[in-house]
Structures are given as structure tokens and as C-alpha cells.
């Protein structure tokens, strides 16, 4: 069979004239790949030696004539094109799939893991879970670290799609924080995909974080984290607590209150060290309990599950 006719069919469609993979097509290599419209030339003897799936298909008795093209094995995969070029890419450019902290998009690193999880390529899947851990983080300073590189909203629901399909627990109580964050904003923006009760726990959540939560984030605007006798003090911080509810409609409680609103609040050093002090209490304490608001596993669960994974 020579390329041009090799077609194959794609549901009720049967696909023509397939193209080369620009960078993924090796004259000197014995395997041609198809995916959809898409054909790959590469190693038959590398890529088993990578993936373990690929070595037991490649390890089955010699195809057929017709099933050859210019005289190479011919294996036809369900996966998209665009994540094949991605995965044999990552698999053979070095410097195309860096790991960690080098540069990496999201939906490149979905690519990579989801490929590389179903066909058992574990030193790439480790190396896309590095990626994955480090953008959607479980402590609370590499999350702070992190606000100004906040996810796109389609980046956000890529990931949370990709943690369900794999179990990728750990990285869900930040993707679903982030998630609830573009649901304050926009209460219609709820994935169609989604069942009803997914739906509703998400909302559930979303209004939990932006009244109570915050609520609780704001305890340092209290007389009681004041020192006593300030009433200067205690009353720049009484205007500064009212103006701060007004906000949890807008901001989700890590970002409620940031570096800059300390500016603003009129305090002696004395309480503002002392509030301070109360404000990072508050923090941790919601951070901790971040997990349980989306009926998660506590963080040293997750962390468990996460360390497991590298293993």
C-alpha cells in the first residue's frame, strides 16, 4: 500500500489524503502511525522501548501486505492527531517538553500525561505531573506564589476534566477553587458536561467561599485583634471592615485582602503587627480546611496520594 491510499475510516467518515506530521516523519525509520488524518514515521525499536503498550503491539505477528505502507508497519491509533504530534514530540524532542521549572502550557501538559498514562510512558507521565503539581499547588505559600500565573478559564476546566479521568486528586481543591472564582464572577459559565449535582456543589461552594469564608478571612478587622485602648485604631479599622464586606462579591478570600490594602488601613504599628499576625492565622486556617469545602480528602490525604504518584 503506498500513502496515498491509505485511507481509514473515522466513525461514518472516511478520511483521504493524509498528511505528513511536520518533524515526526523519519525516512529512515521502520513505523508509519496514523492518527486521523495525520501519518508519523518514526522508530519502531525507540518507541517500544519507551512505552511498554507499544512494544506488546509492535510484538504481534508481521501484518498482512495490504497493511503495510512502503514496506513499514502500519498502526492505526483512536487518539486525536493533535495529542499523537504532542506526545512522540515530548517522547523525542528533548527540549520541546522540558521539565520542570522550565516553560510548559497547560494544555500541553494534559496532552503529554494523558497520553503518556494510557500508553505507560511513566518518566513523561512523572514529568507532566511535576508540571501539573507545581501549577495548581497544595500548600499555601507556592499558592500565593502563584496568583499573578493564574490559569485561563479553559485551562482551568481542562484540568479539572484531565484530575477526574486520572484521580489526580491533589490538584482538584485549587482547579475548584479557581473554578468558583470565575463563578462569582459569572454564574452562567457552569460546563454543560456537568450533572446537575456537580453543578449544584460547585455553586454551593462558590457561595460558601465568598460569604462565611471571607467573612472568616476578615476576623482581623475586629476590636479583639487590636490592642487595647487604640481607638484611633479601632476605628480606622471599624470603616476598613465595612468597606471590606462589601468586596466579597467580588474577590474570593485569598484575594480579598492583599499587600496593598494594608496601606490603606490607619493603624499603629503596635496593632497592625498584631493584626497582621491574626490575618495569617486566618489564612492557614481556611487553606486548611480548603479540601473539606469541596468534599475532598484532607491535604494530608491528598499529599499522600500525591507523593504515591511519584513513586
Not at 502550557?105 to 518518566?123: C, E, G, I, N
Not at 475548584?176 to 460547585?202: F, G, K, P, T, V
Request: with cysteine; aromatic share 10%; net charge negative.
Amino acid at each position: 500500500m503506498d500513502i496515498e491510499s491509505a485511507s481509514v475510516t473515522y466513525g461514518d467518515a472516511e478520511l483521504e489524503e493524509p498528511i505528513r506530521a511536520e518533524g515526526l516523519w523519519f525516512e529512515d525509520c521502520g513505523l508509519i502511525i496514523r492518527a486521523e488524518n495525520t501519518l508519523f514515521r518514526i522508530s519502531r525499536d525507540f518507541l517500544a522501548v519507551q512505552s511498554p503498550v507499544f512494544k506488546d503491539m509492535l510484538s504481534l505477528p508481521p501484518p498482512k501486505p495490504t497493511e503495510m505502507i512502503d514496506g513499514c508497519p502500519f498502526v492505526v491509533l483512536p487518539d486525536r492527531a493533535e495529542a499523537v504530534t504532542v506526545f512522540l514530540k515530548a517522547l523525542i524532542y528533548y527540549d520541546f517538553f522540558l521539565p520542570h521549572p522550565g516553560y510548559a502550557t497547560l494544555p500541553t501538559v494534559a496532552s503529554v500525561l494523558k497520553m503518556s498514562d494510557k500508553y505507560q510512558v511513566d518518566a513523561l507521565r512523572k514529568r507532566a505531573l511535576v508540571h501539573l503539581s507545581s501549577a495548581f499547588p497544595t500548600t499555601l505559600p507556592h499558592y500565593e506564589a502563584l496568583i499573578s500565573k493564574r490559569p485561563s478559564v479553559s485551562d482551568v476546566q481542562l484540568v479539572l476534566s484531565l484530575a477526574r479521568d486520572l484521580s489526580i486528586d491533589w490538584i482538584l481543591p485549587v482547579a475548584l477553587y479557581w473554578r468558583c472564582e470565575d463563578l462569582s464572577m459569572n454564574r452562567n459559565e457552569l460546563e454543560e458536561s456537568l450533572s446537575i449535582s456537580e453543578q449544584s456543589q460547585l455553586l454551593a461552594a462558590t457561595c460558601t467561599l465568598t460569604s462565611s469564608i471571607a467573612s472568616a478571612i476578615l476576623a482581623f478587622l475586629l476590636p479583639s485583634a487590636l490592642e487595647e485602648g487604640h481607638a484611633q485604631c479601632l476605628a480606622s479599622t471599624i470603616r476598613r471592615r465595612r468597606n471590606a464586606e462589601t468586596w466579597r462579591a467580588e474577590f474570593m478570600p485569598f484575594e480579598i485582602w492583599d499587600g496593598d490594602d494594608w496601606y490603606q488601613l490607619n493603624v499603629c504599628a503596635e496593632c497592625k503587627s498584631s493584626m497582621q499576625r491574626e490575618e495569617r492565622l486566618a489564612r492557614q486556617a481556611v487553606w486548611d480546611n480548603l479540601p473539606e469545602v469541596f468534599g475532598l480528602p484532607p491535604w494530608t490525604e491528598l499529599e499522600k496520594m500525591k507523593t504515591e504518584a511519584f513513586e
